[in-house]
């Protein structure tokens, strides 16, 4: 009797600890009603066949972004992933698994943890994955702990695997929630070879040969340690393993609203017109998605809608300015930006001509800058806050530093001072102090300049593009976008402050003459009498 009360005393405990636990994620309610739905009645415990069934992924025919071929291996590992997610964490030994074990199973994946052991529990399914589908990897867990140390080492592809993992856990759970997008849209892989390189320039020793200019990262056969990409995974992208958190919920929330769990992941037919459409700006969906990763905000969300162009406004709706089609320079800038109110991703597409060796070869490169408030038209640096962005070829992110608060200048004009001592520059910049920009583009939009970073305590250090030097660069400028990030709230400000913009214009072109006594006052006069002779004393010269 003693020992059946304190067993019963000890399993209730553990219930009530577990389940305190999904709470605190909001996820409680929602469990209780998949456990009931799949559960079989009888025995009172979910099916191994209904578990797998959830979480299993099935596209029948991924594309790709990156003009490279997509290896045969990763549609393999997709197949295995569901079934991986159900033998790792959820204990189906007996054939199903109870009420107490299954809320055990989702808080391994979902419940609140620290990055360390969110990072841990994602490569954990990645080696699963990878072993169940009968592929080579060198990474070795030393215990079954949740925070156990990881050893062996990363090759370059399975970085791109890894990756492309995760991104199809996110695509799957923004098709899920999206009903509009649901059975109608196909995985699409993006580039990741930014972000590739950017793990094997960070981790790997990299041979000097090494052209991250025209590189194939499929190809690279170094070895990452895992220490240093753990490293490198905390600094670059610490969201990345909430593409697992979100999948898993939205697979089980989908118990609850079809009945047919694999429709939106089976479907074959793939709608490419968002696809075509990111890939002819600068912002890719591989290079926003790399951004959104190194952010844990609401503009992660905004610029996750850049990818899932069904989401909210959709592109259209937040590119503000783009210089090959609204025209170049601040005055062309300025009145496609002026008036917003939020944050904005700026990039710059610029090129240089390097001879080396009596060959003359063009390099291309991608910066960005994210600014939380938009931009003013001021003669002196300005910002609360912000990061700036090494995009392509190599991907790096350079938030705050904390020493100085320089983030942003963009200046039009002299406001209100006809004579000043020393000319501001006009131009927009950022990071750097004045004339020492870290990075400056020039008012007609036509050049830009990079500095090293040790002119530059606002942001933290670090080369803006591979090979960058201590002598300032000054680069042809291609291309320049700017996104607001704000929501649909700053843009209907904006509108409001272009609506009032428009009627003041029209407001200054009139001229009432009614408001002039005679014609002798009016300025029809004043005019004609200072073209047929300018050099005549005026009563208002006397």
Known sequence: ????????????????????????????????????????????????????????????????????????????????????????????????????????????????????????????????????????????????????????????????????????????????????????????????????????????????DLNAWDCDVSALEVELPMGKFLTWAFKTMPSLPDCFTQFVHARLQNVLTSEDESTSSSSSLGNMSSTKSCNSNLLTCGRAWAISLTLRSTISEEILQLCFPSDGDGMDGKLLYKSSLHGRGLNRFWSNIGGYKGPLLMLVSASKEDAHGGSTNVKKWIIGALTENGFENKDLFYGSSGSLYAISPVFHVFPSAGKEKNFVYSHLHPTGKVYERQHKPVGIAFGGTMGNERVFVDEDFA????????????????????????????????????????????????????????????????????????????????????????????????
């Open 1 to 208: 009797m003693g020992a059946s009360s304190s067993t019963e005393q000890k399993v209730s405990s553990e219930q009530r600890e577990l389940e305190s636990i999904a709470a605190s994620t909001g996820a409680l309610p929602m469990l209780k009603k998949a456990f009931t739905k799949l559960a079989d009645p009888q025995s009172n415990a979910l099916p191994l066949n209904a578990l797998q069934q959830c979480f299993h992924i099935n596209y029948k025919s991924p594309v790709c972004e990156a003009p490279t071929k997509m290896p045969g291996s990763f549609p393999v590992l997709l197949e295995n992933l569901g079934s991986s997610i159900v033998d790792l964490f959820l204990d189906t030994q007996n054939g199903g698994l109870n009420w107490v074990e299954f809320v055990r199973g989702y808080n391994k994946c979902c419940g609140r943890m620290s990055a360390s052991m969110s990072f841990n529990t994602l490569f954990r399914l990645y080696a699963a994955t990878v072993t169940k589908a009968g592929l080579p990897l060198k990474m070795e867990f030393e215990s079954d702990d949740a925070d156990c140390k990881i050893s062996g080492s990363l090759l370059a592809n399975d970085v791109t695997m890894l990756l492309w993992m995760c991104w199809t856990m996110l695509w799957d759970y923004r098709t899920l929630r999206n009903s509009k997008a649901k059975g109608k849209e196909n995985l699409c892989l993006p580039d990741v070879s930014h972000l590739v390189l950017s793990a094997v320039t960070s981790c790997a020793e990299v041979a000097s």
């Open 447 to 542: 050049r830009v300049t990079i500095r090293h970073h040790a002119t530059d305590k606002t942001y933290q250090p670090g080369s803006l593009f591979p090979d960058q030097g201590f002598l300032p660069v000054e680069a042809l400028i291609s291309e320049i976008e700017v996104w607001g990030l704000g929501g649909k709230a700053a843009k209907e400000v904006q509108s409001s402050y272009k609506k009032r913009e428009e009627l003041f214009t029209v407001q200054r072109r009139k001229v009432d003459l009614k408001t002039f006594g005679s014609w002798d006052e009016s300025p029809e006069k004043m005019m004609m009498d200072m073209i047929s002779d300018p050099n005549a004393v005026r009563r208002e010269d006397r």
